[in-house]
């Protein structure tokens, strides 16, 4: 039970960031999309994966 629960915390917490950072990277124009696929790369890999996802991003978009 405590595994399931870490994992919605980690969840829940990665949807508040992706949130978060969209609101304060807005004026930039640099929007990360939240989805399955984003947060599930949040809960795993953390904050590098947001730092990825920002750089391939810039470069293909």
Request: a positive charge; glycine letters at 4%.
């Amino acid at each position: 039970m405590k595994k399931v629960y870490d994992l919605f915390k980690k969840i829940v917490f990665g949807f508040f960031f992706l949130y978060g950072f969209n609101v304060l990277a807005s004026p930039l124009n640099i929007l990360i999309p939240i989805n399955f696929f984003t947060i599930l790369l949040f809960t795993i890999f953390g904050i590098p994966s947001v730092i990825a996802l920002i750089v391939i991003q810039l470069f293909l978009f």
